[in-house]
């Protein structure tokens, strides 16, 4: 049986007083790898802070992971964000600390006390992203590729039942997006969950599954072969 982990309920979202996106009607079901395209200014990025809890669900009805956007406080954020793993363009990366010490400033933040199985988790998730030879490297050492193979890797610490990335590839050669597409195929295949905002037409036309697109201020889906020529 399919589990929903998104449900948008004819949502509308707002930058201030600006309309960005109305009557949204979006459910995403456990594994499914989704695409959200769209020209810039879109509401792409709003539409994804709207998922994370950085701008607030006024109208409409929205849960997502279990929770409910509605209704969601302030001080319920941080659970939110924990049950989401949310990726950005610009890697976001602490530079004052090495690649492990990135990783282990967010279990620590996150309540993880036990020092073996802080260890093992960290080692699981830099394995999955290809980095655990490069765990003592500081972020200025890596390369951007490197950098959001780590950063996809700090998402995956809290088991996420939904990842959120936010043109993950948008800073990286065409090359090296492919290589962190490749991960996150990988990281879907094992079973998470993955809504990605993009605006390369390569991937999508390389890694082909459902797509959102936003325009004209609105949310619809669109078939996979047509979507070069609509974006
Ligand atoms: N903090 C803000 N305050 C007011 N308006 C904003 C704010 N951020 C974005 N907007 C406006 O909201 C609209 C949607 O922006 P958004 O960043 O969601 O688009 P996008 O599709 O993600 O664009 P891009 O692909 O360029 O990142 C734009 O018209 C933008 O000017």
Known sequence: MSET??????????????????QVNVSIEKGEFVYLI?????G?????KTLYGDIPLKDGQGEIVGVNLKTLKDKQIPELRRKLGVVFQDFKLLNDRNVK????????????????????KIDEVLRK???QTKHFKFPYQLSGGEQQRVAIARALLNDPELILADEPTGNLD???SVEVMEVLQDINKNGNTILMATHDYALL???PSKTLKCDGQKVFEVV?????TEI
């Open 5 to 22: 982990i998104l449900s948008l309920k004819n949502v509308a979202i707002y930058q201030r007083e600006s309309l960005i996106l109305s």
């Open 38 to 42: 769209g020209k810039t200014g879109t």
């Open 44 to 48: 792409k990025s709003s539409f994804m």
């Open 101 to 120: 010490e990135n990783l282990l400033f967010v279990l620590k933040a996150t309540g993880w006390k036990d020092k073996s199985k802080i260890e093992k």
């Open 129 to 131: 992203v290809g980095m």
């Open 174 to 176: 065409p090359q090296t």
């Open 205 to 207: 036309l390389k890694f």
């Open 224 to 228: 996979q072969k047509n979507a070069k």
